[in-house]
């Protein structure tokens, strides 16, 4: 089993691309995490909560109790979590676009957080982060609609704790293979953050997904769930992956 984790502001509808591949031969779960989707009545408490939360559909609906993980953004965030603290119900996991680095402003991008949850649903807000995130055209009316199901409370909290994540310590004790995964577009603390996360990991490596930006699995769908097959198979990654090595000075 594969249980695919989706971003802040969207829902389990980002992956359905990669649904309509994996699903061919695996059996995939998409649960929408809390304040977001159908789950936006069940307020967001935490990255840690939510995984806790995640930890529990994998062991009651999972074969064996245990799946592959894949997330992106805060999909990544929780993923990368429950990796560390939960490596029982989880046989392997990609994460990508996760930051573990210190933001240089963060009271500055906590304040924008807080300025854009008011407006996070109106058109004009929803069209300019669509266009940031390169939201294909075919898919903008579902991305319009998910944002739409996301409350301000997970918005405003979701954003806040992601200025302050860290990877937990239990990290290195953690047998479960991580690959770590970044647009090559992406923010530079994101990119800088990759070897980060793979040294974190007893058996963690990176890569960089070329010609990218954050939203990389709607950008360039084959080639994100060629990357997920290759891990579910234990096949090699795709070429057109970037190995990223590990950090200057690590053993």
């Known amino acids: 089993m594969v249980v695919l984790l989706h971003g802040v502001g969207t829902s389990g509808w980002m992956w359905t691309k990669q649904v309509l591949e994996l699903a061919t031969d695996t059996r995939v779960l998409v649960p929408d995490l809390p304040g977001h989707g159908k789950s936006n009545t069940h307020p967001w408490v935490s990255i840690a909560d939510t995984a806790r ?93 998910a944002a739409r199901a996301t409350t301000r409370q997970a918005f405003r909290k979701v954003n806040d704790e992601a200025l ?43 890569c960089l997904a070329p010609g990218v930006g954050h939203a990389w699995n709607g950008e360039k769908p084959g080639l994100f769930t060629a990357m997920i097959r290759s891990r579910i198979t234990g096949g090699p990654l795709p070429g057109e992956l970037i190995s990223v090595g590990p950090l200057a000075g690590a053993p």
């Open 53 to 145: 939360l995640v930890a529990e559909v994998i062991a009651s609906r999972a074969p064996e109790g245990r799946a592959h993980v894949v997330g992106l953004s805060l999909g990544g965030y929780v993923g990368a979590y429950l990796t560390a603290t939960a490596p029982e119900v989880v046989t392997g996991a990609i994460v990508s676009g996760v930051n573990v680095l210190p933001f240089p402003n963060p009271g500055v991008m906590r304040l924008m957080g807080t300025l854009m949850a008011p407006v996070m649903k109106w058109g004009p807000v929803l069209r300019a982060n669509a266009r940031a995130l390169n939201v294909p055209a075919e898919d903008v009316d579902g991305y319009r609609s």
């Open 164 to 206: 302050r994540f860290r990877l937990p310590d239990r990290a290195k004790e953690s047998p479960c293979p991580v690959l770590a995964v970044a647009g090559e577009n992406e923010h530079d603390l994101t990119r800088r953050s990759l070897a980060e996360i793979a040294a974190a990991f007893p058996a963690g490596e990176a």
